[in-house]
């Protein structure tokens, strides 16, 4: 079955504390990204990346850092997380040009 | 650069009255159009698209948008509501290398 997936869903830990949330697609889609859902704001582009090794910073990247190692995977990682990167994060592939695929989301609560 | 404008944050309506959601993006390129769906505790999945083509488009359960280049609008309409369309609806335009999501339209339905 095509999909994206996301690990972990929920996630409660601690300000400081650096944490990797990964997501994987099955797909072939050179095309991956990461959004940050907020009441009110709608999903805000994290970071993007258009193949393997090749990374650009979306609309909010402050706080994040991300990599593309193999086609497939493209973590998030916060390296310091703070309380107002508390948020529902959704990964998403997709062809370039074409319908975007997302994961089913991970819910982080920063205390 | 591109931009998406969802003009209601939240909409009401009657269960089997018509509704339309509005969507207006500005690009200066040719652009791709997408409306998404979340439903409660869900990730988006999409509900129709346009790439080119009929302007008119038909997605899935019972909803169609349609392109208007001149009016720079991509309306989503469906003739009859039912309780299962409470969701929220993403408009999301394409152009470039990214997509640039509206902030989203809660449909509300009552009995």
């Known amino acids: 079955e095509a999909q994206v997936t996301q690990n972990p869903r929920y996630l409660i830990t601690v300000t400081g504390k650096k944490l990797t949330v990964t997501c994987s697609q099955n797909m072939n889609h050179e095309y991956m990204s990461w959004y940050r859902q907020d009441p009110g704001l709608g999903l805000r582009q994290i970071y993007y990346s258009m193949n393997v090794e090749v990374t650009d910073k979306g609309d909010v990247p402050e706080g994040y850092k991300v990599s593309r190692k193999e086609k497939r995977n493209f973590p998030l990682i916060l390296e310091s997380p703070s309380p107002n990167q508390t948020s529902l994060y959704f990964c998403?592939?997709?062809?370039?040009?074409?319908?975007?695929?997302f994961g089913p989301g991970t819910r982080l609560t920063v205390l | 650069a591109q931009s998406v404008t969802q003009l209601d944050s939240q909409v009401p309506v009657f269960e089997e009255a018509p509704v339309e959601l509005r969507c207006n993006y500005s690009s200066s390129v040719s652009v791709y159009l997408f409306w998404y769906v979340q439903y409660p505790n869900q990730g988006l999945q999409l509900l129709l698209k346009y790439l080119s083509g009929s302007t008119l488009v038909k997605g899935i359960n019972g909803f169609e948008a349609e392109f208007n280049k001149s009016q720079t609008s991509f309306h989503l309409r469906k003739p009859s509501v039912h309780i299962s369309d409470t969701a929220e609806y993403f408009c999301?335009?394409?152009?470039?290398?990214?997509?640039?999501f509206g902030k989203g339209t809660r449909l509300h339905i009552l009995p």
């Open positions: 999301a335009v394409s152009g470039d290398d990214k997509i640039i």
């Open positions: 998403a592939s997709r062809l370039t040009g074409d319908t975007q695929y």
